[in-house]
Structures are given as structure tokens and as C-alpha cells.
């Protein structure tokens, strides 16, 4: 696996059992194009088994390791960080309504971020 410094995607094939690891520089998403994989991210609590036709989104700065549990094609692909803001601001906005429910309110607010929740 290759970091993200363009906007290009990457293709990876992984043999079973192969292991990758690097340190995902930009917002990306991960998409099996066939077979299926393990990846786990440094900083989330959960692991993700992806399979033909899943994907989902690696997180920057963060360490991510894909192994593979067969023959495995991906497609990494950074996001523009139009779609990334938005996003964002759509998570912001499901948290808000979530605590609101709950009867309580979010602690977490875009403008909270650098650049009022801007990219850099």
C-alpha cells in the first residue's frame, strides 16, 4: 500500500495471508474489488472485513494494515476535500441530531475544528 499524495487511485492485489501497512496521508476510501480483507486502523476501536463490492473510508495520519483472507484486488482512491468537508459536516450534523434525541446536546461543533472546518 502506497500513501496518497495526488489524487490518483492505487491498485492493489494481495495474495493470501499478504499483509500491507502504511500511514494514509489524505482522506481515502478502500474499495475490494474482489476477494476479501482485513483492515484495522490505528485510532478506531473496530476491525472491518470488506468483500467484493465493499468499501470504506481510511482516515488521515492514521496507520492502516489490509491483510488479505484470499487472492485480493483494491482500489485506493483519495477524496477530493470538497467531499471530504462535506462529510464531515454531515457526521457533525448526525451526532447533533443523535444527542438531541437523547435528550442531550453535542459537545462537537464544525466551527470547533481549524479553519472553522475548513480544509488546509
Known amino acids: 500500500m502506497t500513501s496518497q499524495s495526488d489524487r490518483n487511485p492505487s491498485y492493489l492485489s494481495l495474495q493470501r495471508r499478504q499483509v500491507r501497512a502504511a500511514r494514509v496521508m489524505q482522506v481515502c476510501t478502500l474499495a475490494v474489488s474482489h476477494g ?3 483492515v484495522t ?3 478506531r476501536t473496530d476491525d472491518f472485513w470488506l468483500e467484493s463490492g465493499d468499501s470504506m473510508v481510511l482516515l488521515p495520519g492514521a496507520l492502516a494494515v489490509i491483510e488479505a ?3 485480493s484486488n483494491l482500489r485506493i482512491e483519495p477524496v477530493a476535500m470538497q467531499t471530504a468537508q462535506a462529510w464531515l459536516r454531515l457526521c457533525c450534523a448526525g451526532v447533533r441530531g ?3 434525541a437523547l435528550g442531550g446536546t453535542a459537545g462537537y461543533r464544525a466551527s470547533a475544528l481549524p479553519g472553522n472546518g475548513e480544509g488546509r
Open 69 to 71: 483472507d484470499r487472492f
Open 36 to 38: 476479501r480483507v482485513w
Open 41 to 43: 486502523q490505528e485510532g
Open 98 to 100: 443523535l444527542a438531541a
